[in-house]
């Protein structure tokens, strides 16, 4: 980023130092040539840039499955690989974000248990929502359908972004179909406390300190409290989900198969 950076800055700075003008035609001449290396600088870091991810997509492409095959049974529901490729693309992007190197064998491997470990509960879950009789009726699915598209500024924008997701219609009712009973079993089935005022207190007391350290302003408790409550009770239903998840998996019969 910082090789991209550089030269973008330092084109910026000819340029405003071109518009300043110049009695000097020796100077003007030189700011022309400045301006035109600065242009190439660019073009060629971001040029590298370009290969870069180029070979970093090579790379994680080949972490990928056939789509057809079976990675995985769950009580006798196959995981096929297309499921498996989603759901890794994703766990990818996360590692990413956090700065980390999903291609090294460690990442990779990292990886897969992490893509096949939450297939495994999404699919258990899912089975045990259908046990409990939750369901979508096509006014639940037509209904999140339109507040998906509500993010985008026009239908074209929503179809580009399904086409970079590698979706289309069917698949996305299928997972809006498959989401909605997730979502009501996991309201009704795992309950979780509120967060108590001295939880909430000790989350806040724990930001401020981190604020302060790096020399940041400190929102009042007032201000902050309804996004920290919020926040721990999403903590807990995640830490009770992961518990769940564990019990669940004692009493199925799970074959992994990559």
Do not use: R, W
């Amino acid at each position: 980023m910082k090789k991209l950076l550089y030269p973008i800055i330092i084109g910026l700075l000819a340029v405003v130092l071109t518009a300043c003008g110049s009695n000097d035609e020796a100077d003007k001449k030189n700011d022309e040539k400045e301006t035109k290396t600065t242009e190439k600088e660019t073009a060629k870091a971001t040029e590298e840039q370009q290969k870069q991810m180029e070979e970093m997509q090579k790379k994680l492409d080949k972490q990928k499955v056939d789509e057809k095959k079976t990675v995985a049974i769950v009580n006798d529901e196959k995981i096929s690989g297309a499921e498996y490729n989603t759901v890794l693309s994703t766990t990818q992007m996360q590692m990413q974000q956090f700065g980390q190197d999903p291609t090294t064998k460690e990442g990779a491997k990292q990886i897969k248990e992490q893509t096949l470990n939450s297939l495994v509960g999404q699919t258990l879950l899912l089975q045990a929502a259908d046990k409990k009789g939750y369901t979508a009726s096509k006014a639940e699915i037509e209904k999140q359908l339109a507040e998906i598209k509500k993010q985008y500024d026009s239908e074209e924008k929503f179809k580009e972004a399904m086409k970079q997701a590698g979706l289309n219609s069917e698949m996305l009712n299928a997972q809006i179909a498959e989401n909605i009973p997730y979502t009501k079993y996991v309201e009704k089935e795992i309950k979780v406390d509120e967060a108590t005022d001295e939880e909430i207190q000790k989350y806040y007391d724990q930001v401020a300190e981190q604020a302060k350290t790096s020399g940041q302003k400190v929102q009042k408790l007032e201000e902050l409290k309804p996004q920290i409550k919020e926040q721990l009770e999403q903590q807990k239903k995640q830490e009770k989900l992961v518990k769940h998840v564990e019990e669940l998996q004692k009493n199925a019969k799970v074959d992994i198969k990559i």
